[in-house]
């Protein structure tokens, strides 16, 4: 399967724990971005990077959320002290730059903060 | 500040028929429109999008129309199938960014 994976699927953590998540693109794409959703609205913007640079983060983004992209290839979310408000999907997607402006998305992460 | 609004939270269609699904938009910065799908548990499938100095674009059962003036645009799918149940998200990104900005979304119905 050559589309954008997401791992874990599915994460349940107490209220306070640190959370990690891991997005790999499909392979060639040099753009990465991450989205959340919650019941009932469509996805909302998180943050984004071209190649290894994060070049844009949402207010959306707090100081609990941390991204990074180390080698341009794959990406990890980590979300430290989380909130019962944390809850919701997680979603990766990518795109190539040259290709225009379809993003594609992996299966998400639903995270559940108890 | 909801910038891109799906104002119909679902829809039913008996099968064979149009389905028509809308959208607005109230940013004119916004400048390429795209369509994605959405099954339960799954992350939203790209279907079918359109630049902004296009008013139409068809992809087999699928089409969608632009009116920028009334910044308004829709997806038809003809026929509508089963299978084609799912919800469906409209969003919008502007030439200077990188964000896609989605509506809330519409829940299709395709019934036998």
């Known amino acids: 399967d050559t589309g954008v994976s997401q791992d874990p699927r599915h994460k349940i953590t107490k209220r306070g724990q640190n959370v990690t998540f891991r997005c790999d693109p499909i392979?060639?794409?040099?753009?990465l971005y991450w989205y959340r959703q919650t019941l009932g609205q469509g996805p909302e913007f998180l943050t984004y990077?071209?190649?290894?640079?994060?070049?844009?983060k949402s207010r959306l983004l707090s100081d609990r959320f941390s991204a990074e992209r180390p080698k341009g290839s794959f990406s990890t979310l980590e979300i430290q002290r989380t909130e019962q408000g944390d809850s919701a999907m997680y979603l990766c997607?990518?795109?190539?730059?040259?290709?225009?402006?379809?993003?594609?998305f992996g299966p998400g992460t639903r995270l559940t903060v108890l | 500040d909801q910038q891109v609004k799906q104002n119909s939270p679902s829809l039913s269609v008996q099968e064979g028929r149009i389905s028509i699904l809308n959208c607005d938009y109230t940013?004119?910065?916004?400048?390429?429109f795209l369509w994605y799908k959405k099954y339960p548990a799954e992350g939203p499938t790209f279907l079918i999008s359109?630049?902004?100095?296009?008013d139409k674009n068809e992809d087999g059962r699928f089409t969608v129309f632009l009116n920028k003036s009334a910044k308004h645009l829709s997806l038809h799918i003809v026929p509508s199938q089963p299978g084609d149940s799912a919800v469906y998200f409209c969003?919008?990104?502007?030439?200077?960014?990188?964000?896609?900005?989605f509506g809330k979304g519409t829940s299709l119905l395709v019934t036998p």
């Open positions: 997607a990518s795109s190539l730059s040259a290709t225009g402006n379809e993003q594609f």
């Open positions: 990077f071209q190649n290894e640079a994060q070049l844009e």
């Open positions: 392979s060639e794409h040099n753009r």
């Open positions: 359109i630049s902004s100095i296009k």
């Open positions: 940013n004119s910065m916004f400048d390429y």
């Open positions: 969003a919008a990104i502007g030439n200077s960014g990188y964000a896609l900005n």
